[in-house]
């Protein structure tokens, strides 16, 4: 009951906040503070998105094909490196610094290369979505590995329980929470590095849209595609909230008992 009341009143804060913002936003328009073709109004933007909702729609369709395509194979990948850094220490230290190396170059800076490699279908894009969300993948569900009660594990082993069966019955449902909370991070960064890589080519996708409004200098339509986005990665996120809850049983139990 207490954190249903939490939620519930730091629901209402983040609603005020927002709102605040709207309304500075509205006042800055509204006394012309900045030019209305750099900053347009907050009424001129929603007007832009709902003339606009069924195209910014059929974009989606194709940004989300390429978000859910890059997602899905970071996850298993992700999952798999991180299983075999946990149970082998010399897998780890040749392959982890790599993975950590692999952050500091700016996705931005890789979408051109792969372009240039992969030509201007999907498989770039879903190339750039798959590095961008293998990362928090991999350092959460490593993390969540590494995590487990040293004690359970030697108390599977005085059982007679293998490494295969402490992987499965212990180490994976200890892992879940870190799994999801990389999982949570991944959603969002596919929506955005399908955006990204989309660009630099293609015909259609929210990056795609973007491109062409901002060439018209249609800067309601911009804000508009950018608060749709920032609805779909939300939406995602509120997904996997909802999967993690379905997943883990005995965690929404213990929520409850509270």
């Given at each position: 009951?207490?954190?249903?009341?939490?939620?519930?009143?730091?629901?209402?804060?983040?609603?005020?906040?927002?709102?605040?913002?709207?309304?500075?936003?509205?006042?800055?328009?509204?006394?012309?503070?900045?030019?209305?073709?750099?900053?347009?109004?907050?009424?001129s933007?929603?007007?832009?998105?709902?003339?606009?909702?069924?195209?910014?729609?059929?974009?989606?369709?194709?940004?989300?094909?390429?978000?859910?395509?890059?997602l899905?194979?970071?996850?298993?990948?992700?999952?798999?490196?991180?299983?075999?850094?946990?149970?082998?220490?010399?897998?780890?230290?040749?392959?982890?610094?790599?993975?950590?190396?692999?952050q500091?170059?700016?996705?931005?800076?890789?979408?051109?290369?792969?372009?240039?490699?992969?030509?201007?279908?999907?498989?770039?894009?879903?190339?750039?979505?798959?590095i961008?969300c293998?990362?928090?993948?991999?350092?959460?569900?490593?993390s969540?590995?590494?995590?487990?009660?040293?004690?359970?594990?030697?108390l599977?082993?005085?059982?007679?329980?293998?490494?295969?069966k402490?992987?499965?019955?212990?180490?994976?449902?200890?892992?879940?929470?870190?799994?999801?909370?990389?999982?949570r991070?991944?959603?969002?960064?596919?929506?955005?590095?399908?955006v990204?890589?989309?660009?630099?080519?293609?015909?259609?996708?929210?990056?795609?849209?973007?491109?062409r409004?901002?060439?018209?200098?249609?800067?309601?339509?911009?804000?508009?595609v950018?608060?749709?986005?920032?609805?779909?990665?939300?939406?995602?996120?509120?997904?996997?909230?909802?999967?993690?809850?379905?997943?883990?049983?005995?965690?929404n139990?213990?929520?409850?008992?509270?």
């Amino acid at each position: 009951m207490t954190k249903k009341l939490k939620s519930i009143t730091n629901n209402i804060h983040s609603i005020a906040f927002i709102a605040v913002l709207v309304l500075i936003w509205h006042l800055v328009c509204r006394f012309e503070l900045v030019p209305a073709f750099m900053l347009p109004s907050p009424e001129s933007v929603v007007a832009a998105f709902f003339a606009s909702a069924a195209l910014m729609m059929d974009h989606a369709v194709v940004t989300l094909a390429e978000a859910f395509a890059g997602l899905f194979l970071s996850i298993i990948f992700a999952l798999l490196l991180a299983i075999m850094m946990n149970e082998s220490e010399f897998i780890k230290k040749t392959i982890y610094p790599s993975v950590i190396i692999t952050q500091t170059v700016p996705a931005i800076a890789l979408a051109p290369l792969l372009v240039l490699w992969m030509g201007y279908g999907m498989a770039p894009k879903i190339a750039l979505i798959f590095i961008t969300c293998f990362f928090p993948m991999v350092v959460s569900t490593l993390s969540g590995l590494m995590s487990v009660d040293e004690d359970i594990i030697r108390l599977f082993k005085s059982m007679g329980a293998g490494r295969l069966k402490i992987l499965l019955w212990v180490k994976l449902p200890s892992a879940m929470e870190s799994f999801f909370s990389g999982l949570r991070l991944a959603v969002s960064y596919s929506i955005v590095g399908a955006v990204i890589a989309e660009w630099l080519g293609g015909n259609r996708g929210l990056g795609v849209y973007m491109t062409r409004v901002r060439k018209s200098y249609a800067f309601d339509k911009m804000f508009a595609v950018i608060i749709f986005i920032s609805i779909i990665s939300l939406l995602l996120m509120k997904i996997v909230d909802i999967i993690q809850k379905k997943s883990m049983p005995w965690k929404n139990l213990g929520d409850k008992s509270e």
